[in-house]
């Protein structure tokens, strides 16, 4: 009988992945790199990255020659399989795409407390300052009050999208 070292225990077997996931894994962190490469710089700001991918990002523009940035996506694939927070960094690139679920999900809970904002009740402006310290509480109920005269007198809703405007800084800002 001779003696062949186990290749596998059942631990191992469950963990390893296939080719076909790994490259799966490996496309979605290029996909995931080539929409930060298209962020502004402000947005960028925002993220918590590492130098060395925030440099990538910032060479990218200077590709011109398809497979130079073919090639370096490629590599900014690979600094962001590296990021410490992937999860974070991916739902904030789907909440400024507009064509994704977690945008519109944003947008809709932004809308929420406009309205809420806007039935003028005390207990709802003061449920916004507390998730949202850093906000003005005179500037809301100056545009909560003017929003209310504004549709009193069938004019355009201006101060309501004021209001809006101001709850997306507000929320964009506290994250």
């Known amino acids: 009988m001779t003696d062949f070292p186990e290749e596998h225990d059942d631990g191992q077997q469950e ?3 296939s080719k076909s996931q790994v490259k799966r894994e490996m496309q979605a962190f290029q996909e995931l790199g080539r929409r930060l490469v298209e962020l502004k710089p ?10 060395k991918l925030r440099a990538a990002l910032e060479e990218a523009h200077r590709h011109t020659a398809r497979g130079a940035l073919k090639r370096h996506l490629s590599f900014v694939g690979k600094l962001v ?5 992937i999860d974070a960094i991916q739902t ?4 400024l795409d507009s064509s994704s679920q977690v945008h519109a999900q944003y ?3 932004l809308e929420r407390w406009r309205d809420r904002l806007l039935t003028g009740k005390p207990e709802e402006q003061q449920a916004f300052i507390d998730a949202y310290p850093d906000a003005d509480r005179q500037i809301i109920r100056q545009l909560v ?5 504004e549709a009193a007198e069938n004019k355009a809703p201006a101060a309501a999208r004021k209001l809006f405007k101001l709850i997306r800084e507000i929320a964009d800002h506290a994250e």
């Open 42 to 51: 402000s947005q960028l700001a925002k993220l918590e990255l590492t130098d």
């Open 81 to 85: 399989r590296e990021q410490p927070d």
């Open 107 to 109: 947008f809709h809970q």
């Open 15 to 17: 963990d390893e992945k």
């Open 145 to 149: 009050r003017q929003a209310g005269k």
């Open 92 to 95: 904030y690139v789907d909440r």
